[in-house]
Structure formats: structure tokens, C-alpha cells
């Protein structure tokens, strides 16, 4: 009986171990035919290389893209790069400005007796960058404007003209930069000569500039809604000064800040270069603007009012005795004295604060008359 027992036991044991056998067969057989698989899958991958991988069905026209491109990029390994899926964030896209800025106070008090040293108009005016550049951190504005103001000794005004231009030009969301165009030497001072250095020079630093306004330094805004914008019009703004009882003294005038676009200011060949002294170059652009078949666009007289800071006539700067006739000829002298006629040299680029200070050498008035 007991051998019985011990033969019946002995032959389930290796039943048991023919299973067990059979049982570790199938499972290395199993694990080689898993392994080849990723073998070969991983041979493939690295054959064609990543961006096959990524892009099986793009990567012949890839390939012969990128070899009849000249400027086409390739990566270190010879293949193309592949621009990736999940590109980095982007700075976020701010608003177009207002038409109307809603931050605008309206009339202002204007006032030239308080001390105004520039340190103080530097504290006052923190976003100002170097030069007297200036962009809204909020909004995209339409237009880059640079201000021209033809200079010379006139730092008191200076102060002031910056200390209350810069708020209102920035409550006015614009992207503008100030430019003082400082007239070397004590020669006879010439303005509109300097407003075309001013434009010339301004679009040498940023040729974005599409908006020029024309400033003298001595006259200050009393509305920030006087929005110192170019339209489809060249603008005049400074309409209603105190000197001339804050009405316009004559239909023509054109003086004191004055506005066009590039293309306005190329269509009239700028300004022009003749008038030597006090007076006459204002008339002369309105008779320019004028002949071009353009029309003077004005503010409001309410909202175009000025105050001027009072002084006395510059030397060197008397009033020009040919002005009068040098008007009536401006149709047959814009053609060839303007912008295209100027002849300056640039002495010195200094960026300030608060502005950029070129000073120029625009030569000697003629000893005698030009011809026209």
C-alpha cells in the first residue's frame, strides 16, 4: 500500500515539474518576441530620426523644401527643425489707444512765475525715456509723433514747455519723442530752416515717425484736449494765444504749433530755407499747403487757446525786411527751396531726460537777395 502511495506521489511530482517546465518555455518565449518587437520599432525610429518619427507624412516634402530653400534653417544633425507643439507664451496684444482719452482734464491753469528747475520736471515725469521718448504702457497708439522745437538760448522757456507738455502729451496717449533743434553760433536765426533739420533728424532716429508738430518754445496749451494728432488736414493749433486777445489774428496765419503728417510735409517740400529773421515763413507755408490743394484744419477756439511766456526779441532774430515779397512768390520758390534744399551740419547729438538736444550749424543768411 505504501509503495502504491509513494509511485502515485512520485509521478504527480513531475507532472507538477513538467508544467512548471513547459510553463517557463512559453514565457521566455513570450518575452523574445516582445523584445524583437521593440527592437525593431526602436531601429526604425532612429534610422529615420525624430522628426520622421513626428511627421512621417510630411517629411519627403520637407526634406526637399528645406534643400531648395537657400535660407532655410537646419539643425545640427542635418534634418530640419521641427517647430514645436507647444510654442512659449506670448506677450499679450494691448488695445488700440482711444480717440478720445479718458483721462483728460480739460482747461488748465497755466502759470510761469514758480521756479521750475529740470530735476523737478524729471521727478514729475517718471515714464519718460532717455531723449524724451515716451510710449503708453496701456494701449497701441495710431501714430509716432515727434515734437520739433527750433531753439536758441531759451532754456528758462524750455523748462516750462517740458514741465507741462510732457503730462499732457501722456494723458493724450501718445508714442512721441521731443526734439530741441539748437541753432549754432549768433548768426540770424532761421525757424523754418531748423523745422526741417528737426524733421530730417527725428526720422534719421526712428523712421516711424508718420506725425510731425512744429512748436515754438514759448507757447503752452491751455486745453489737453487740444490733441496734439496729425489728420487728413495739416492742423494748426495754436488758434487763440493771449498775445493776439485768444483769437486768430488773420485767416492765413499758420504760426506759433503747427502739424502735418510725413506725407504732408513731402507734398509741400517741407518748409523753407530763405526766411532769415523774424516773420514771414509761416505765411509761406500756408501759401505751400495752399497750392497743393490742402485745407488748414483747426480745434475749436475754445479748446485751442495758448498762453505765451513773455520776453523780449531775440538778437539776431529782427524782422525779416523781405518777407513781403518773398510771400507772394511762393509758388515759383517751393519747388526749389524746401526740404529737399536744406544744407546743415549736425555738431552734436546730446539725449537729455527729458529731450533730444541736436545742435546744427545751418550756415549764414546770403548778403544779398536770392533770386525769387
Same mark, same amino acid.
Given at each position: 500500500?505504501?509503495?502504491? *502511495?509513494? !509511485?502515485?506521489?512520485? $509521478?504527480?511530482?513531475?507532472?507538477?515539474?513538467?508544467?512548471?517546465?513547459?510553463?517557463?518555455?512559453?514565457?521566455?518565449?513570450?518575452?523574445?518576441?516582445?523584445?524583437?518587437?521593440?527592437?525593431?520599432?526602436?531601429?526604425? /525610429?532612429?534610422?529615420?530620426? &525624430?522628426?520622421?518619427?513626428?511627421?512621417?507624412?510630411?517629411?519627403?516634402?520637407?526634406?526637399?523644401?528645406?534643400?531648395?530653400?537657400?535660407?532655410?534653417?537646419?539643425?545640427?544633425?542635418?534634418?530640419?527643425?521641427?517647430?514645436?507643439?507647444?510654442?512659449? &507664451?506670448?506677450?499679450?496684444?494691448?488695445?488700440?489707444?482711444?480717440?478720445?482719452?479718458? !483721462?483728460?482734464?480739460?482747461?488748465?491753469?497755466?502759470?510761469?512765475?514758480?521756479?521750475?528747475?529740470?530735476?523737478?520736471?524729471?521727478?514729475?515725469?517718471?515714464?519718460?525715456?532717455?531723449? #524724451? =521718448?515716451?510710449?503708453?504702457?496701456?494701449?497701441?497708439?495710431?501714430?509716432?509723433?515727434?515734437?520739433?522745437?527750433?531753439? $536758441?538760448?531759451?532754456?528758462?522757456?524750455? $523748462?516750462?514747455?517740458?514741465?507741462?507738455?510732457?503730462?499732457?502729451?501722456?494723458?493724450?496717449?501718445?508714442?512721441? !519723442?521731443?526734439?530741441?533743434?539748437?541753432?549754432?553760433?549768433?548768426?540770424?536765426?532761421?525757424?523754418? +530752416?531748423?523745422?526741417?533739420? #528737426?524733421?530730417?533728424?527725428?526720422?534719421?532716429?526712428?523712421?516711424?515717425?508718420?506725425?510731425?508738430?512744429?512748436?515754438?518754445?514759448?507757447?503752452?496749451?491751455?486745453?489737453?484736449?487740444?490733441?496734439? $494728432?496729425?489728420?487728413?488736414?495739416?492742423?494748426?493749433?495754436?488758434?487763440?494765444?493771449? +498775445?493776439?486777445?485768444?483769437?486768430?489774428?488773420?485767416?492765413?496765419?499758420?504760426?506759433?504749433?503747427?502739424?502735418?503728417?510725413?506725407?504732408? /510735409? *513731402?507734398?509741400?517740400?517741407?518748409?523753407?530755407?530763405?526766411?532769415?529773421? @523774424?516773420?514771414?515763413?509761416?505765411?509761406?507755408?500756408?501759401?505751400?499747403?495752399? *497750392?497743393?490743394?490742402?485745407?488748414?484744419?483747426?480745434?475749436?477756439?475754445?479748446?485751442? =487757446?495758448?498762453?505765451?511766456?513773455?520776453?523780449?526779441?531775440?538778437?539776431?532774430?529782427?524782422?525779416? &525786411?523781405?518777407?513781403?515779397?518773398?510771400?507772394?512768390?511762393?509758388?515759383?520758390?517751393?519747388?526749389?527751396?524746401?526740404? !529737399?534744399?536744406?544744407?546743415?551740419?549736425?555738431?552734436?547729438?546730446? =539725449?537729455?531726460?527729458?529731450?533730444?538736444?541736436?545742435?546744427?550749424?545751418? #550756415?549764414?543768411?546770403?548778403? @544779398?537777395? &536770392?533770386?525769387?
Amino acid at each position: 500500500m505504501s509503495r502504491l *502511495l509513494g !509511485g502515485t506521489l512520485e $509521478r504527480v511530482c513531475k507532472a507538477v515539474l513538467l508544467l512548471c517546465l513547459l510553463h517557463f518555455l512559453v514565457a521566455v518565449i513570450l518575452y523574445f518576441d516582445v523584445y524583437a518587437q521593440h527592437l525593431a520599432f526602436f531601429s526604425r /525610429f532612429s534610422a529615420r530620426g &525624430p522628426a520622421h518619427a513626428l511627421h512621417p507624412a510630411a517629411s519627403s516634402s520637407s526634406s526637399s523644401s528645406n534643400c531648395s530653400r537657400p535660407n532655410a534653417t537646419a539643425s545640427s544633425s542635418g534634418l530640419p527643425e521641427v517647430p514645436s507643439a507647444r510654442p512659449g &507664451p506670448t506677450a499679450p496684444m494691448l488695445p488700440p489707444c482711444p480717440d478720445s482719452p479718458p !483721462g483728460l482734464v480739460g482747461r488748465l491753469l497755466i502759470e510761469f512765475t514758480s521756479p521750475m528747475p529740470l530735476e523737478r520736471v524729471q521727478r514729475e515725469n517718471p515714464g519718460v525715456l532717455m531723449g #524724451g =521718448r515716451y510710449t503708453p504702457p496701456d494701449c497701441t497708439p495710431a501714430q509716432t509723433v515727434a515734437v520739433i522745437i527750433p531753439f $536758441r538760448h531759451r532754456e528758462h522757456h524750455l $523748462r516750462y514747455w517740458l514741465h507741462y507738455l510732457h503730462p499732457i502729451l501722456r494723458r493724450q496717449r501718445l508714442r512721441y !519723442g521731443v526734439y530741441v533743434i539748437n541753432q549754432h553760433g549768433e548768426d540770424t536765426f532761421n525757424r523754418a +530752416k531748423l523745422l526741417n533739420v #528737426g524733421f530730417l533728424e527725428a526720422l534719421k532716429e526712428d523712421a516711424a515717425y508718420d506725425c510731425f508738430i512744429f512748436s515754438d518754445v514759448d507757447l503752452v496749451p491751455m486745453d489737453d484736449r487740444n490733441l496734439y $494728432r496729425c489728420g487728413d488736414q495739416p492742423r494748426h493749433f495754436a488758434i487763440a494765444m493771449d +498775445k493776439f486777445g485768444f483769437r486768430l489774428p488773420y485767416a492765413g496765419y499758420f504760426g506759433g504749433v503747427s502739424g502735418l503728417s510725413k506725407a504732408q /510735409f *513731402l507734398r509741400i517740400n517741407g518748409f523753407p530755407n530763405e526766411y532769415w529773421g @523774424w516773420g514771414g515763413e509761416d505765411d509761406d507755408i500756408f501759401n505751400r499747403i495752399s *497750392l497743393t490743394g490742402m485745407k488748414i484744419s483747426r480745434p475749436d477756439i475754445r479748446i485751442g =487757446r495758448y498762453r505765451m511766456i513773455k520776453h523780449d526779441r531775440d538778437k539776431h532774430n529782427e524782422p525779416n &525786411p523781405q518777407r513781403f515779397t518773398k510771400i507772394q512768390n511762393t509758388k515759383l520758390t517751393m519747388k526749389r527751396d524746401g526740404i !529737399g534744399s536744406v544744407r546743415y551740419q549736425v555738431l552734436e547729438v546730446s =539725449r537729455q531726460p527729458l529731450f533730444t538736444n541736436i545742435t546744427v550749424d545751418i #550756415g549764414r543768411p546770403p548778403s @544779398w537777395p &536770392p533770386r525769387g
